[in-house]
């Protein structure tokens, strides 16, 4: 399989963003580039075989610095949120930018998504890979440690997008990291997803509270509560409930628990289906946990790839990632990385078809 490679644009301060393209011969296109090691479209057919984007995102460079949402990066250090912006790590408490109320999400202001990281792309029969490198000072946006950060993006002939993460540091530090892509499968973007149907292999999840941290008693059984996923779902029929969990959130925003310690196993996590089209995602991951946000922060007045504006719960991602404010909670799988330990992570998207009625041309 090959690789495309051309320029999406030049920063304010002259860098070459550059863009990358996969595909493979069943009609899969993935778009990356350089700028937050960034995914900007996957195209996929319907069960017509029209290929459309599934993704949401900006058609120039200048979109994603000044409106982005994080649309496709990579987040980190750490992804989701750490409560009061601190956290104590060998004694010493640290103080993280504040960008979510009192609270640091993502990163902070200036996150992973907003650097421009290195590429290069390795080319095989099976696949095709952009491998994506950064390296984070100690002290960024008050995280401890030189961090050496690693994400390969790898498109097979099976349909599967795989993304691997590795991380070392010279010092002990936390990590979290994700891929925050926005999907809507219908591929008319401008649509909402209350149509798409999902399951989420997780019994537990995290309740949180106004302030969208995990409460005390995290995880609780999904069990006879709104939350329960664990069956496929009519995303329309539970995201405008009034249960206090959606209210908070203004939709779903909640990591559910797919392992409650850290062991490294790539399980099934959750699947996405659009009846209509046939188009369908299944997620695997090695991390402990999955985020299911549900856009709820989309204000509907925002002009996205070309011009289409895309309302609130217009599109779902899949965070995949350890549990929120975890370094502040002993309770929670650690995230801990020391300089004698390497952090990895597996997560797949596997792009299927469904046999449905199929209400395309």
Request: net charge negative.
């Amino acid at each position: 399989m090959k690789v495309a490679i051309d320029s999406f644009g030049i920063t304010p301060s002259g860098e070459v963003i550059e863009r990358y393209t996969l595909n493979n011969d069943r009609g899969i296109t993935v778009e990356l580039m350089t700028y937050g090691a960034t995914i900007l479209k996957i195209a996929t057919p319907d069960c017509g075989g029209n290929v459309g984007d599934i993704t949401i995102g900006f058609d120039t460079l200048e979109d994603y610095l000044t409106k982005n949402h994080h649309f496709g990066s990579i987040v980190g250090r750490y992804a989701n949120r750490i409560e009061g912006a601190t956290f104590r790590l060998g004694g010493t408490t640290y103080h993280l930018d504040k960008n979510n109320g009192s609270h640091h999400i993502h990163g902070g202001s200036q996150g992973f998504d907003k650097y421009v990281w290195n590429a290069h792309m390795v080319e095989h029969e099976e696949s095709a890979s952009v491998i994506m490198q950064h390296i984070s000072p100690d002290g960024d946006m008050g995280f401890p440690g030189t961090l050496s950060v690693q994400i390969a993006y790898t498109l097979d002939k099976q349909d599967t997008l795989t993304i691997d993460y590795s991380a070392f540091t010279d010092a002990p530090t936390v990590l979290n990291l994700t891929n925050h892509t926005y999907f809507n499968l219908s591929g008319k973007i401008g649509s909402n997803i209350s149509d798409h149907i999902l399951t989420v292999h997780a019994e537990d999840y995290l309740p949180i509270n106004e302030e969208c941290i995990p409460t005390a008693n995290a995880p609780q059984s999904v069990v006879g509560t709104v939350m329960d996923l664990t069956i496929p779902t009519v995303i329309g029929d539970k995201i405008n409930k009034k249960d206090p969990q959606l209210v908070f959130a203004g939709g779903f925003d909640h990591t559910y628990v797919l392992s409650k310690d850290h062991d490294n196993i790539v399980r099934l996590a959750a699947m996405l289906t659009h009846p209509d089209s046939g188009r369908s995602i299944s997620i695997a991951t090695s991390e402990p946990g999955i985020q299911i946000y549900t856009a709820n922060n989309l204000d509907g007045t925002t002009q996205y790839r070309n011009d289409i504006i895309v309302p609130r719960h217009g599109a779902i991602t899949f965070e995949t990632q350890h549990f929120p404010n975890s370094p502040n909670r002993p309770d929670f799988p650690p995230t801990v990385l020391l300089p004698e330990h390497t952090y990895t992570q597996k997560t797949k998207f596997t792009f299927n078809k469904v046999i449905t009625s199929c209400n395309v041309k």
